[in-house]
């Protein structure tokens, strides 16, 4: 048999997963090969975690995450006021199947963002599309959006993410075309999608920001109706990191 061909055709066919375990098993001595029934288990296995990957590395691509940040780095103590058990509650992001949201609040510097990024890195290797916006870059997208006649496009695209976050919630003032783009995303978002808000502004102070009552009470409805909230404390990391 020329294994050279059948390489070959698994490259042809686009099946690098099972190319790269084949080739792996010729390398090995005779003795030590496996089975045929074990060979298609161990071939279908690498394809599938190939796939898999490919998938998560587009899903990260399109993500824009401000931080390559991962769940395993995220420093978890008394004093941040963020416990093992917490992370673990949504490391496997059922929260997402679940829609829900997740609040992220604190002090500059305090892990707000990273925080944001390690779950939204989490959300794209477990399949869901994810999207970070801080929110200068996300009143800029609809304010363009308004202009070039895409607004639509720009809140199917939001509605169709699995995982949306928003980082530097409070920074920014919202105008009333700001308040209302905020409103119809999450009202198209309620129910059936998961949203991040990480701010500096605890979340009592989120309806003042708001601004317009009206507006505001549907808004943090909409957030905080069943919301996961981590109101992280502590130093900033970026002092110590300084020293």
Request: include cysteine; hydrophobic fraction near 40%.
């Amino acid at each position: 048999m020329n294994h050279q061909i059948t390489l070959d055709q698994l490259h042809g066919l686009k099946l690098k997963g099972m190319a790269n375990a084949y080739q792996a098993v010729l390398e090995l001595p005779v003795g030590q090969q496996p089975s045929l029934h074990q060979f298609i288990a161990r071939l279908s296995e690498a394809e599938i975690q190939h796939r898999r990957h490919l998938k998560t590395a587009s899903y990260l691509k399109l993500s824009k995450l401000r931080y390559d940040a991962v769940l395993e780095q995220v420093h978890c103590h008394a004093g941040r006021n963020l416990s093992p058990d917490q992370l673990l509650s949504i490391a496997d992001c059922g929260f997402i199947q679940r829609s829900e949201n997740i609040l992220i609040t604190g002090a500059t510097g305090c892990g707000k963002s990273y925080l944001a990024c390690a779950i939204g890195r989490q959300a794209c290797s477990f399949g869901y599309k994810t999207l970070y916006l801080g929110m200068n870059r996300f009143l800029e997208k609809i304010a363009q959006a308004k202009l070039d006649g895409t607004y639509i496009k720009l809140l199917n695209q939001v509605e169709k993410t699995d995982l949306l976050i928003l980082d530097d919630f409070g920074l920014h003032p919202l105008d009333s075309i700001a308040r209302l783009a905020l409103l119809q995303m999450l009202e198209d978002r309620y129910g059936r999608k998961a949203t991040i808000i990480a701010s500096q502004l605890p979340v009592d102070k989120w309806h003042e920001f708001i601004g317009e009552s009206t507006l505001a009470d549907a808004i943090m409805d909409r957030l905080s109706g069943n919301a996961h909230r981590f109101p992280l404390k502590g130093e900033s990391l970026r002092k110590k990191k300084s020293q």
